[in-house]
């Protein structure tokens, strides 16, 4: 069985994900992520727990 074409494809979504959450984290840094419940949590976890620790390292 032939796993090259599955591994690229593998590699390629792997690569969109990583953009995906880039572009994500950036938005939730800015307050921009939505109004909702879970924004609103996703945020306040973000500046609460995230921050922090990247002050620490």
Do not use: C, D, I, Y
Request: glycine fraction near 8%; aromatic fraction near 8%; charge should be positive.
């Amino acid at each position: 069985m032939k796993h090259n074409s599955t591994h690229q494809g593998h590699k390629e979504h792997n690569k969109r994900v990583a953009v995906f959450h880039k572009k994500h984290a950036a938005q939730v840094a800015n307050g921009e992520n939505g109004g909702g419940w879970l924004a609103k949590l996703e945020t306040s976890f973000f500046n609460k727990v995230l921050v922090p620790l990247k002050v620490v390292k």
